[in-house]
C-alpha cells in the first residue's frame, strides 16, 4: 500500500486505506501473550505483575519511564540503556516529568480511532506525546511531537517536534535523532497530520512516518523536514507489531493526585 505524496499546508484525503489481517495471537493459561512472529528466544512478558513473583521480564523493570513503576503489557521498550536514550531526547523542560501511556495497541487493540479518542480525552487533551512504533523485524522508532494526536484539516506541531530510531533490525543498534532546522532550505513546516484514516509525520519526497488507520501497516522514508536520510525503519513499508502513545504528566502533580484519593490524604 503507498500513501498519498504530501503536500504542504494540507492534507489530502484520497487513498486506498484497506485494511489487512492482523497478527493473531493466543494467550496460553500462564497469562502470556505470544505473537506467531515474535524472534526465537526473545522472553514474553506476563500480562500481571505481582510484588512477590519475580519473573524474567521484571529483571529490567529499572528500564520503566520515569513516574512508572512496573513496565506496561507487551512493552516496546524494556532496556534501560534504551529507555534513558529516548528521555535523554525530549526538551528540557519535560525531563523531570512523568511518563503517561495514553494509547498501547497490546492494551487497547489495533485502532487508530481508539488512538485518536485516548488522544482527546479531557484529562490527556492537549500537550506533548511520544509515539512509539515496533514493526515486525523487531525495529523500534517514532517521534515526539508538540501536539496530541487530532483530524484537522491542516498540518499542525511545530519545530520542537523530531523523529528518532532507537533499534535497527533484530535489536542491533542504531540510535539517531533527526531535528527540524529552521536554517534548512530545503525544510518545510509539515510536522503533524492527521485525519481518520491515518496519521504521518514530515513532508517533502516522502513522510518520515505514516500509519494506516488500522496500526497495521506503515511506510517511512527520506523527509525534508526532519532531515533523514534514510527510512526510520528497516524497510520503507512495514508491518506494525506495537504502537504507543506516551504523556507527560509533573511528578509533583501526580503525587497531589494520589494523596487526593487516598482515605488518608490530606494537603
Aim: with cysteine.
Amino acid at each position: 500500500m503507498t500513501p498519498p505524496a504530501p503536500e504542504d499546508g494540507e492534507w489530502q484525503h484520497e487513498w486506498d486505506v484497506s485494511p489487512r489481517p492482523s497478527v493473531d495471537t493466543k494467550k496460553d493459561d500462564g497469562g502470556y501473550t505470544e505473537d506467531k512472529d515474535v524472534e526465537a528466544g526473545e522472553k514474553l512478558i506476563a500480562r500481571d505483575f505481582h510484588d512477590d513473583e519475580k519473573t524474567k521480564s521484571e529483571e529490567d523493570v529499572s528500564g520503566v519511564f520515569p513516574g512508572n513503576e512496573l513496565l506496561p503489557t507487551n512493552p516496546i521498550l524494556r532496556s534501560s540503556d534504551d529507555v534513558a536514550y529516548l528521555v535523554s531526547l525530549v526538551p528540557n523542560h519535560l525531563r523531570l516529568d512523568g511518563w503517561h501511556l495514553i494509547y498501547s495497541t497490546s492494551r487497547d487493540g489495533f485502532s487508530l480511532n481508539t488512538l485518536l479518542h485516548k488522544c482527546g480525552k479531557e484529562k490527556a487533551s492537549g500537550g506533548p506525546v511520544v509515539t512509539l512504533v515496533k514493526d515486525d523485524l523487531g525495529c523500534v522508532f517514532g517521534s515526539f511531537t508538540s501536539d496530541r494526536w487530532r483530524v484537522d484539516n491542516k498540518v499542525y506541531g511545530d519545530g520542537q517536534s523530531f523523529v528518532f530510531s532507537v533499534c535497527g533490525v533484530h535489536g542491533s543498534e542504531r540510535r539517531a535523532a533527526y531535528r527540524w532546522d529552521s536554517k534548512n532550505k530545503n525544510g518545510n513546516y509539515q510536522f503533524q497530520s492527521g485525519c481518520a484514516e491515518s496519521i504521518a509525520l514530515g513532508g517533502g519526497s516522502h513522510f518520515a512516518l505514516w500509519l494506516d488507520n488500522d496500526l497495521l501497516n506503515g511506510t517511512s522514508g527520506a523527509c525534508e523536514t526532519f532531515g533523514n536520510a534514510l527510512p526510520l525503519s528497516a524497510q520503507s513499508e512495514f508491518k506494525v507489531r506495537n504502537v504507543e502513545v506516551w504523556g507527560f504528566e509533573s511528578m509533583r502533580r501526580r503525587s497531589v493526585d494520589k494523596r487526593v484519593a487516598s482515605p488518608k490524604g490530606k494537603l
